[in-house]
């Protein structure tokens, strides 16, 4: 039978609720003795003879009443269509994200101070850039903080974003935080002296905790809504330039050589004690899942620890391949096993390894110092900072493509080295210290794109035109 045949009615022709609604509401009897204008028999007869769209019946069909304004099952479809084709029309008009640019001049009379830190945007006419994903500034930064009296220290990690969207960062005897909601600037602390100052900052995976490490082996941890010092952590006899947390569990690295476990919850807070480098540990780093810690030290090597034989100082795997300290280590957020590492000046080396095995699966010559590591949460990329060079990349961040490790751009320029990365906790933007005593955010990361709206890498680093990157 065709659809509409007679004998077979054809239900999604029919309106059920509307003719619910005949049968079982109660109307007043017809008078058929009363006078009716024309214009009424014309509208009785078209709803009589003719269908909500206005052709004719090809069956008999239940008339509903017009409480119920739903349309058709058969028109289901069509409007399942209808709003995605909306949807997608909306997500190809959204752009994905900009590659900064740079420009030879910067414009006069933009400099907006916020207590200690100044605020640089490079345009006169904020209102042209509103619809846009960045602002464009000298060295394309979406935003420029003065920093004055940080320190440039190689070995320092004097910066962190914590999920509560505060930035805390050491400058000098002194730490701030800045909350990139509002701009607002709070100085947490002041060293008194000049003999000591914070060298390591780490927010708590929960962002209530702050753990400092300083120059003469303090280790603090401080509540940050009540501006109080909570506790002082002992164990270590030289600096502490690298810390991080797993749960309740802080660890830090010291100068003294040495990798402690800290329960932060215990009233003896020395969980495990690890002495295996030879010379300053200056980067650590544990895995998304909180099973392995990477440790790398000033000697050039790279250990990696499982999480349930540390108190044994049992190392799962020691790699030696970097010729340089390394400080920049990073896990892949897409790959459980995989971390990045970075040497210094003498080895400039990003190292791509499989953890499980212990082997390097990809190593890229970068020809510079290394003095940080992010990976793109959004699409599979790894940022790398970068200080000093005798060749190339002084003080610019390198973007690369994962696995292939090919140059995606360069980005910036600060006027002296790279010091530290960390990223904004939405994964979009990564923060840039540099030893000239300034702070660069860069949109350099991005969510998904939709449609193909997209341009070439190298159009993209070419253009001086805002244009998108993907």
Known sequence: MQKGDRFIPNRSL????????????????????????EAYR??????????????PFKIMVFRGSPKSSQKPIRFVDELRQEVASIFDKDCK?????????????????????????????????????????????????????????????????????????????????????????????????????GNDWPTSVTWSEDAKTLAVGYMCSSLQLWDVESSKLIRNLEGHSGRIASTAWNGRILTSGSRDKSIINHDVRAANNLASCIKRHADEVCGLKWSTEGNRLASGGN????????????????????????????????????QYNVLASGGGLSDGCIKIWNTQKGVCINSIETKAQICGLEWNRHHKEILSGHGYSIRENQNKLCLWKYPSMTKVGELGNHKSRIINLCQSPDGITVISAGADETLRFWDVFGPPTAGNLMVSDLQGLLSFRTSLLR
């Open 42 to 55: 014309q509208k009785l007869i078209e709803n009589l003879t003719l269908d909500s769209q206005g052709r």
């Open 93 to 193: 008009q959204t752009p994905y994200r900009c590659i900064p640019k740079v420009f030879d001049s910067v414009p006069h009379g933009f400099v907006l101070p916020v207590l200690l830190f100044s605020i640089l945007v490079s345009t006169h006419d904020f209102g042209s850039f509103r619809h846009h994903t960045i602002y464009i500034s000298l060295q394309g930064e979406k935003r420029v903080l003065d920093a004055p009296k940080l320190r440039n220290d190689y070995y320092a990690n004097i910066m962190s974003w914590g999920k509560n969207n505060i930035l805390a960062v050491a400058l000098g005897p002194e730490l701030y935080l800045w909350n990139s909601e509002d701009q607002r600037v709070h100085k947490l602390l002041q060293v008194p002296g």
């Open 14 to 37: 029919m309106d059920l609720d509307r003719a619910h609604g005949l049968l079982t509401n109660r109307t007043a009897p017809f008078n058929a003795t009363s006078s009716f204008n």
């Open 299 to 334: 000697e050039n090597l790279l250990y990696i620890w499982e999480a349930s034989k540390m108190s044994s100082s049992k190392f799962l795997h020691r790699l030696s391949d970097h010729c340089a300290a390394v400080k920049a280590l990073a896990w892949c957020p897409y």
